[in-house]
C-alpha cells in the first residue's frame, strides 16, 4: 500500500493538497486506521461478534433449502404442534405452532442486519447532509434546521413509531426502517454541523471559494471527506438504535407480521405464555439481540479511538 | 442573564414545541386512512351521545374551525372519551400519571447516581482490574435487550424465587384491608417496584457510568487537582470532593440527552410489568385501536419529555454556575 508521507494524517487534516491524490490520501488513512483499530481489544472482539451474526445471516438460507419445514415463517414440523424442547431434529426446539426456532434466529440475524444498516445509511445520510449544509450557510438555514432537529431529537422514537402504526395499521418492515430513520438524523446532523462550522473557514475551504468553486462542490468535495470519518462512527450507532427500536417495536406486535425477527419471537414467547416454561425459546433472540447492539456498539467505540487522537494519547501515558 | 429569564426563554421554546407536537398529530389524525370521525367518536355509542361528543369536538365544522376546538379541547384536557374504557380519557391519564412519575424519576434518579458513584472509582483507579471491569460490565448492561431483560427478571426473581410480584403495582388484598395502614401500602407498592426499577437501572446506569468515567479522567487532569494534591490532601477527599462534583456535569447533559430513549424504556418497562402508567396505555390504546387514548396519552408523554428536559437543563444551570445563558 503506498502511504502518504505527512505524519500528522491521523487527524484528517490533510486534505489541502491537490484534488488528484484525494482517493491514495483516503486509502492511506484506512490502511492507517485499521492498524490503530487492531491494537484495539474491543475492536477486536466487536468485529468477531459481527462476523459470526454475518454468518448466521448468511446460513439463514440453509435451513428452508434443506427440508421446507424448517422454513422461518411458514415451515411447520407435521410431527409437532405445540413447543418443544431443543432435539436433535429441532436444535433450539420448536416454537408454538412447530416451527423451527434455530432457524427463525438465523433468519433474524438477516433481518437485524437489513433493519440495522438500511436505516443508519438513511439517517446518516440526511444527518450528514443538513448538518453540513446548516454549518455551511449559517443564519436562517442554520436556525431553522437545528430547531427542527431539536424538536425530532426529543421525542421518543419508539412511541412516535407506535402512534404512527396506531393510524396506518400494520406498517411494513420498509416503513418501519424508514420511520426509524427519519427520526434518528438529528443526533449525525448535530455533530456534523459543529464539524462543519470548524471547517469552513479553514485555508483550503477558503482557497477553493476564491477559485471559484460552488457551494456544492466545496460541500461535497473539500467538507465532505473530512466529517465522513465522523458521520460512519456514528452509523455504527444509528444500526444499534435501529435494530433495538425495531425489535422493541416488534416486541409489542407491531413488527411487520411478514418477518420474522428476534423481537417478534421474544412476542411469541411472551404472548402465547411460553416465558416460563421454554428458556430455549425466550434465551436465544434476547441474547442475540443484545450481543450484536454490543458488537456494533463495540465496533463504534474502536472507532472512536482511532478517531480521537486525544484518547488514543491515553494509552502511551506514563 | 438570570436564571429566571433562562427558564422562562426555555418555557416560552417548550410551548412552541408543543405546539408543533400537537399540529402534526391534529393533521395525522385527519390524513390517516379512514374516517376521522371514526376515530375519535366509539362506534358502539347510542347516537344522541355521539352527537354530543362530535358537537363538543367540533367534529361536524370546517377542518381549520375543528383545528380551533381541537386546540380548545386541549387546554382544557377534553380529549375524548376512550373506546375500552369508557371514561374521558384525560380522567384515566391523569390516574396513571402519577404512577409513570414515581417510576420514571426513581430509576433516573438512581441509574444516574449509580453511574457517577461507580464511574467516579472506574476513572480513578483507571487500567487497574476494577476499572476494566466496570467498563466491559457498563458495556455490556448498556446493551441489554430491555424487553427480555424484564422478561429474564420476572422470570427469575418472581417465578423461580419467587421474592417479587410477577406484574402490577398493587396487591389488591392489601388496598382492600381496613387495617392496612400507609405503611403497608407504601411497603407494598415498593415491593412492586421492585423489579420495574431494577430493569430499568441497569440498562440506565452503564452509560452514565462511561460518561462519568471519561470526564472524571480529564478532570483529573485539571490544574486545580495538582493544586489539591500539593496541599497534601488525602486522596478520598481530592476525589470525592474536587473531582467528581466538576465530573458529574457532563452525566446530568446526558441524562437530559437520554431522555427520549429512557422514555421509550419507560414504556416498555411498564408494558411487560403491568405497572399502570401512560407508557403501557399508550401501547394498550395502540394495539386496541383506542384513537382518542392514544392521542391524549401521546400528547401527555411530549409534555413529560419537555418538562424533564426543561427540570435537566435548571439543574445544569443551577449545578454549573459558570453556565449563564
Not at chain 1, 190 to 215: C, K, M
Not at chain 1, 226 to 239: D, E, N
Not at chain 1, 255 to 266: E, F, Q
Not at chain 2, 247 to 257: I, K
Request: with cysteine.
Amino acid at each position: 500500500m503506498p502511504e502518504a508521507p505527512q505524519p500528522s494524517r491521523k487527524r484528517g487534516n490533510t486534505c489541502d493538497q491537490p484534488d488528484g491524490k484525494h482517493r491514495l490520501h483516503w486509502v492511506a488513512r484506512f490502511v492507517d486506521g485499521w492498524r490503530v483499530y487492531r491494537k484495539n481489544t474491543i475492536g477486536r472482539i466487536g468485529i468477531m461478534l459481527l462476523g459470526l451474526f454475518a454468518l448466521m445471516a448468511l446460513a439463514s438460507f440453509i435451513p428452508p433449502w434443506v427440508d421446507p419445514m424448517y422454513h422461518p415463517m411458514t415451515g411447520v414440523d407435521p410431527h409437532i404442534s405445540h413447543s418443544t424442547g431443543p432435539s436433535l431434529r429441532h436444535w433450539l426446539g420448536t416454537d408454538f405452532i412447530g416451527r423451527d426456532i434455530f432457524s427463525q434466529l438465523l433468519a433474524g440475524a438477516r433481518i437485524a442486519f437489513m433493519v440495522g444498516i438500511s436505516s443508519a445509511l438513511i439517517s446518516i445520510f440526511l444527518g450528514t447532509t443538513i448538518g453540513m449544509v446548516a454549518g455551511y450557510a449559517g443564519r436562517t438555514t442554520d436556525v431553522v434546521l437545528m430547531r427542527l432537529a431539536d424538536m425530532i431529537m426529543v421525542m421518543p422514537t419508539l412511541l412516535v413509531v407506535l402512534i404512527l402504526a396506531a393510524l396506518f395499521g400494520q406498517l411494513n418492515i420498509w416503513v418501519i426502517v424508514l420511520m426509524i430513520a427519519l427520526f434518528r438524523w438529528p443526533g449525525v446532523a448535530r455533530v456534523i454541523r459543529s464539524q462543519t462550522l470548524s471547517l469552513r473557514h479553514r485555508p483550503f475551504v477558503e482557497a477553493a471559494r476564491v477559485a471559484g468553486a460552488s457551494h456544492l462542490r466545496i460541500l461535497f468535495r473539500h467538507i465532505l471527506p473530512h466529517v465522513m470519518p465522523l458521520a460512519l462512527l456514528y452509523m455504527t450507532f444509528r444500526v444499534t438504535s435501529a435494530i433495538i427500536i425495531e425489535a422493541a417495536l416488534a416486541f409489542l406486535g407491531f413488527g411487520d407480521p411478514g418477518t420474522v425477527s428476534w423481537g417478534m419471537m421474544l412476542q411469541w414467547v411472551w404472548k402465547t405464555g411460553h416465558m416460563f416454561q421454554a428458556p430455549y425459546w425466550l434465551l436465544p433472540p434476547g441474547i442475540c439481540i443484545s450481543l450484536i447492539t454490543m458488537a456494533f456498539y463495540m465496533t463504534g467505540r474502536a472507532m472512536d479511538d482511532v478517531l480521537d487522537p486525544r484518547l488514543r494519547s491515553e494509552e502511551t501515558k506514563a | 442573564m438570570g436564571l429566571r429569564r433562562f427558564v422562562l426563554r426555555r418555557l416560552v421554546e417548550i410551548v412552541v414545541i408543543f405546539f408543533v407536537i400537537m399540529t402534526v398529530l391534529f393533521v395525522l389524525f385527519r390524513l390517516a386512512p379512514g374516517d376521522p370521525v371514526a376515530r375519535m367518536v366509539d362506534p358502539s355509542m347510542t347516537p344522541e351521545d355521539a352527537r354530543l361528543l362530535m358537537e363538543s369536538m367540533g367534529l361536524d365544522q370546517p377542518l381549520w374551525t375543528q383545528y380551533l376546538y381541537y386546540l380548545k379541547n386541549v387546554a382544557t384536557g377534553n380529549l375524548g372519551i376512550s373506546f375500552h374504557y369508557g371514561e374521558p380519557v384525560s380522567r384515566i391519564l391523569m390516574n396513571r400519571l402519577p404512577n409513570t412519575i414515581l417510576l420514571f424519576t426513581t430509576a433516573i434518579v438512581l441509574s444516574a447516581l449509580l453511574g457517577v458513584f461507580l464511574g467516579k472509582i472506574a476513572a480513578w483507579r483507571r487500567e487497574e482490574r476494577i476499572d476494566t471491569l466496570m467498563t466491559i460490565g457498563a458495556l455490556f448492561c448498556n446493551t441489554l435487550f430491555l424487553p427480555w431483560l424484564a422478561l429474564i427478571m420476572i422470570w427469575f426473581f418472581a417465578y423461580w424465587v419467587g421474592w417479587f410480584p410477577i406484574t402490577g403495582m398493587i396487591s389488591p388484598q392489601v388496598w382492600i384491608d381496613p387495617s392496612a395502614g400507609p405503611i403497608r401500602k407504601t411497603l407494598d407498592v415498593l415491593h412492586h417496584m421492585a423489579l420495574p426499577l431494577m430493569t430499568l437501572i441497569v440498562t440506565h446506569f452503564g452509560s452514565y457510568l462511561l460518561v462519568m468515567r471519561s470526564s472524571m479522567l480529564d478532570t483529573l487532569k485539571d490544574d486545580y487537582i495538582i493544586t489539591a494534591r500539593a496541599k497534601g490532601l488525602d486522596e478520598k477527599t481530592i476525589r470525592d470532593h474536587h473531582a467528581a462534583p466538576n465530573a458529574a456535569l457532563p452525566v446530568v447533559t446526558s441524562v437530559g440527552l437520554s431522555l427520549a430513549f429512557s422514555i421509550n424504556g419507560g414504556a416498555l418497562t411498564e408494558t411487560v410489568f403491568s405497572w399502570p402508567g401512560i407508557g403501557r396505555e399508550l401501547v394498550f390504546s395502540v394495539s386496541h385501536s383506542d384513537y382518542p387514548l392514544a392521542q391524549a396519552a401521546f400528547l401527555l408523554i411530549a409534555i413529560v419529555v419537555l418538562m424533564a428536559n426543561l427540570v435537566v437543563d435548571v439543574l445544569y444551570a443551577y449545578l454549573d454556575p459558570r453556565i449563564r445563558y
